[in-house]
């Protein structure tokens, strides 16, 4: 299936890859090069007309991180989450200081998400 995509985010969402956060750093080092459970994680991709920290088509799974740049954005949130739910994807927030602190528990965490949106992944 072909996810919409705005063409006009694509070099912001080229910036955002090179402006990561250290969470998102930390992140895309446990999961590139199908690190975890041979799956492949693209980050910051354009969907519609929002820009995802991670993505996995393989299991049509979204990964955000939230930290400061979400603080006082749950309506923003719920409304793209709303979105991306309505194209069949999967939606799972992992909170920054979690990444810092806890990298083997969202690795576990990510896991099992995978695992419980396709159990033969």
Same mark, same amino acid.
């Given at each position: 299936?072909?996810?919409?995509?705005?063409?006009?985010?694509?070099?912001?969402?080229?910036?955002?890859? /090179?402006?990561?956060?250290?969470?998102?750093?930390?992140?895309?080092?446990?999961? #590139?090069? /199908? /690190?975890?459970? &041979?799956?492949?994680?693209?980050?910051?991709?354009?969907?519609?007309?929002?820009?995802?920290?991670?993505?996995?088509?393989?299991?049509? %799974?979204?990964?955000?991180?939230? &930290?400061?740049?979400?603080?006082? #954005?749950? $309506?923003?949130?719920?409304?793209?989450? #709303?979105?991306?739910?309505?194209?069949?994807?999967?939606?799972?927030?992992?909170?920054? $200081?979690? %990444? /810092?602190?806890?990298?083997?528990?969202?690795?576990?965490?990510?896991?099992?998400?995978?695992?419980? %949106?396709?159990?033969?992944?």
């Amino acid at each position: 299936m072909a996810l919409p995509m705005n063409k006009s985010l694509t070099e912001r969402a080229r910036q955002l890859r /090179k402006d990561s956060t250290l969470s998102e750093i930390l992140f895309w080092n446990e999961v #590139k090069n /199908k /690190k975890l459970d &041979g799956l492949d994680f693209y980050r910051q991709k354009v969907i519609g007309n929002y820009i995802v920290d991670f993505f996995c088509a393989r299991l049509n %799974v979204v990964i955000e991180i939230d &930290g400061y740049t979400h603080d006082n #954005k749950y $309506e923003y949130d719920a409304h793209r989450d #709303k979105y991306l739910r309505s194209l069949g994807l999967h939606v799972l927030h992992i909170y920054d $200081e979690d %990444v /810092k602190q806890d990298m083997n528990g969202v690795l576990q965490m990510v896991h099992h998400f995978c695992n419980s %949106v396709s159990p033969r992944y």
